[in-house]
């Protein structure tokens, strides 16, 4: 007779907590994610290419000015539904949208070879990172109107990086020219899981605040090209388009013994010498590229239910 009392009242008090969510048919939620993403390939190449050119005006003097700077995505909002299976148990479905570029020019002078060097290049990243997952809430007996949720689910983010270098060489009288833009695209296919508190302001308004954890990383990116190269002295102009892939790995140049980060596109595998970049005379530690989603974060918002 006991148990049963206190079956009675277990399920008696589980009908209560749940009764505000199984009147919820449908909620929508817009929130502001604080995560920052400047972990990635792309910065530690834009780092590397400043010291290049650092170690170069050591190497043969001159002066050096600019320097390119690294790409950093978010904060930014986010919009969720929430969809009601029964008792607490929901389908999430969430989208969001970020977009970041930088730009920089380097340049280099040397008055005694009468050379001038000027290097400009801009990086941008798209990204559209989508969320599918399940979620359980529940009421606290404690505070009337307030709520403690935690889901886990997949994380799919459809990514673009869009490379273009302008570069200029002038020696005496002659000047050469280098033109090439690259687009490139990938997906990446991650785990997320979140934990928070929410808490009815009026009947269908509650305020939201939650901490989140993605694992997500992009690689495999392919895309078109396209490249124009300006020579005095051979006095040739030559244009070339195709499709390349986007490699990351270290490189020693012809002029002293240090590696330093390359991050770019590449019709042909680099494994060869003969498929190596003008100036680079070898080549480690060579991989695919990739972009770095994984943040921990926190996010503030209202929902909205009907």
């Known amino acids: 007779m006991k148990k049963r009392s206190i079956l009675i009242i277990g399920l008696a008090y589980f009908l209560v907590a749940a009764s505000p969510l199984m009147a919820e048919s449908i909620s929508f939620k817009i929130s502001y994610n604080t995560a920052s993403v400047s972990n990635s390939d792309l910065n530690t190449w834009i780092e590397s290419y400043n010291a290049l050119w650092n170690d170069w005006k050591s190497k043969w003097g001159g002066q050096l000015g600019g320097q390119l700077d690294p790409v950093t995505y978010g904060p930014r909002y986010e919009v969720e539904i929430r969809i009601p299976i029964i008792f607490g148990l929901s389908l999430n479905l969430s989208g969001s949208s970020f977009s970041s570029a930088e730009e920089g020019t380097i340049q280099f002078v040397d008055d005694t070879r009468n050379q001038t060097e000027i290097d400009f290049t801009r990086n941008e990243v798209k990204g559209f990172p989508l969320k599918i997952g399940f979620s359980y809430i529940q009421s606290l007996p404690f505070l009337e109107n307030l709520y403690v949720f935690g889901g886990i689910g997949r994380h799919i983010a459809f990514l673009k990086y869009t490379y273009l270098q302008d570069y200029e060489l002038s ?13 490139y695209n990938s997906q990446a296919l991650g785990i997320y899981a979140t934990l928070g508190f929410e808490y009815d302001l009026i009947k269908n308004i509650a305020v939201v605040a939650e901490a989140e954890k993605i694992w997500s990383k992009a690689d495999g990116f392919k895309g078109a090209f396209t490249s124009e190269l300006i020579d005095p002295v051979e006095n040739t102009q030559t244009q070339e388009t195709g499709k ?9 140049q012809y002029w002293n013994d240090k590696y330093y980060y390359s991050f770019s596109g590449h019709e042909i595998k680099p494994e060869e010498p003969d498929d190596y970049p003008t100036g680079v005379v070898d080549i480690q530690n060579l991989r695919q590229g990739e972009f770095d989603l994984s943040t921990f974060s926190f996010k503030i918002g209202f929902r909205f239910k009907f």
């Open 244 to 252: 390349a892939s986007l490699y990351f790995y270290e490189n020693k």
């Open 171 to 183: 020696i005496s009288n002659l000047s050469y020219t280098l033109t090439r833009e690259n687009t």
